[in-house]
């Protein structure tokens, strides 16, 4: 089952409020108090029974005019009803048991994959309980009865995983452990538990290899991706849990690994797996696919270890089919591929008070405002960090311009044999040296990937370097000055050998003249004379050829310095 839209009307800071979720991942931004834990409650509303016995649920899930109704609006003199509208879609097979519950008490028969319900709720300071209406592919129920017992077979289905990384676990729910077991123990009686743990152990393994690798089935084509892994941590006389891990098989990184977020990264794993195994429910009945509402993911989570959580969390939403509806205030966790996924809500304000939720245009090329949002930067100054915050890697080159990205990339191919630049990550254009001025995105970057390696002009260097090693970097480790200590050669273009640029020099004569005047057009001139000579430097020379040499020089650099950092 998928939420397709909700909208929201006189409910709290969700005074008029309309959100489509148009894939299987979304995650909704804002900062605190924009509305997303509202907007948690409307979901809860339609999907929690609130029959008041869990005393740990801290997210109500009943709706009081008197108390709900917004704030700003409780001085006029007609209240307006609270309500609520979410259209879900609901499989034939994914959801089997409440789309043949729905054909089977609405006496119709659907010939589609997939049935369309669009419930609402209105809540108004008459009544304590809300007016129920349903539509089914467009056609209003109007039989109460039936609109009810749709909605409660909804609440009773599984239908709705909430998981609030925010919270601590119940203190119920953990078993407390047998400090001081073994010191009143006998060596007799300690020998033959040993023996009896060792048993229990291969018992356990066993089980846990057969998990295992029922897990990787589940994956399916994710299994080519991910490295399954269940740990059974030190002997506990009362409980034995199993810890479950999903590291990248390219990286060899478990997720046990990444420190105090373990806990809270297993609870949504297992999330995810259980929404499949509700999905394929041996009773018919009960059959249903979950949605799944996370608060936070990122909690506890290094940068690096969100961004590869949050690569995970899409992977698994899109391969499992199971919607993962999730509010965030980290960049990781917000879909690359689908921009029109993510929500941003702020809140309108009007003389300093802060007053409904409204949503931002998050469209086109403005996709990346939560992304700004959330790092405290501005929407026009954050353009060049797109790609590199959101790459799937783990080594990163940062080179000046697309022309540098062309040249290192070159020097990746396999044809350079031994003096090929040995990356195991991607390279990323910067767009010039005013990038470093953002302390606060570098320290990000820097945190965000294991090996970086950052270049730059020689031109440049008196400017750049300081900034650089602020930032705690060193030269010819964390980064290289390129070109040569001669006029004209600073820069990468110093590297080629001269003969390049007499050749373009006498095939674009009126280029070369406009490049070296200060006639206006020379920037155009000076970006069109390095891209023929680039070219003519690729057509001229075969890799291994003498006029690499310069180059091999910088890669030997840099392959020692990332084989350094490996190790380190």
Known sequence: MRIEHISVKNYRTLADCSIIFPDYYSAISGKNNAGKSNLLKVMRAFFVEDDGYDPFDTEATSVSHKSDYPLWKRQDE?????????????????????????????????????????????????SIEPIY???????????????????????????????????????????????????????EDREKIKTAKDQLFKRLNAVAAKHKLEIGEMLGRLDEKYEVGISIPSFDVENFPFQLSLGDKKEDVPLDDWGSGTQNRTH???????????????????RITPIIVIEEPESFLHPSAQAEFGILLRDLSKEFEVQVIATTHSPHMLSVERPDANILLTRR?????????????????????????????????????????????????????????DYFEHLQKPEHGEKQLDLKGAVFSYGGDGFFSNDVMMKFILERFSRVIITFDLDVDGKVSKK??????????????????????????????????????????????????SDEGNKDAKQKLKRFKQDAFFKTYKPGTDGYVEFYKLVDSINRSLKKKRKG
Not at 79 to 100: A, N, T, Y
Not at 148 to 163: C, G, R
Not at 268 to 286: C, Q, V, Y
Not at 490 to 513: C, M, R, W
């Open 349 to 405: 304000t009007e003389r300093g008070r802060a007053l409904e939720t409204q949503l931002e245009d998050t469209a086109g090329g403005d996709w990346m405002r939560p992304f700004a949002m959330a790092l405290g930067v501005t929407a026009d100054s954050f353009g060049p960090w797109r790609a590199i915050l959101f790459a799937d890697a783990d080594e990163l080159i940062l080179v000046e311009g697309e022309i540098d990205k």
């Open 133 to 187: 209406r349903l539509t089914c592919h467009g056609e209003i129920i109007n039989d109460e009865y039936k609109v009810q017992e749709i909605h409660k077979k909804l609440k009773t289905s599984n239908a709705f995983v909430f998981h609030n990384s925010t919270q601590p676990k119940h203190p119920y729910a953990l078993n407390p452990r047998a400090v001081s077991f073994f010191g009143s123990l006998t060596d």
């Open 468 to 517: 650089l090693e602020n930032l705690g970097l060193k030269r010819n480790e964390d980064f290289f000055s390129i070109g040569l200590a001669i006029g004209g050669k600073k820069n990468i273009e110093g590297l080629l050998p001269s003969q390049i640029t007499s050749d373009v020099a006498s095939v674009h004569p009126d280029v070369f003249d406009l490049a070296s005047s």
């Open 268 to 286: 949504i794993l297992l999330a995810l797996l259980r929404a499949k195994k509700i999905r394929e429910a041996g009773t018919e009945s009960n």
């Open 78 to 126: 007609v209240r307006l009803p609270i309500e609520f509208s979410m259209r879900v879609r609901v499989h034939k097979l994914r959801d089997e048991g409440l789309f043949r519950f729905v054909q089977t008490f609405l006496s119709f028969t659907c010939e589609e994959d997939d049935i369309v319900l669009e419930f609402s709720l209105t809540f108004n300071n008459k």
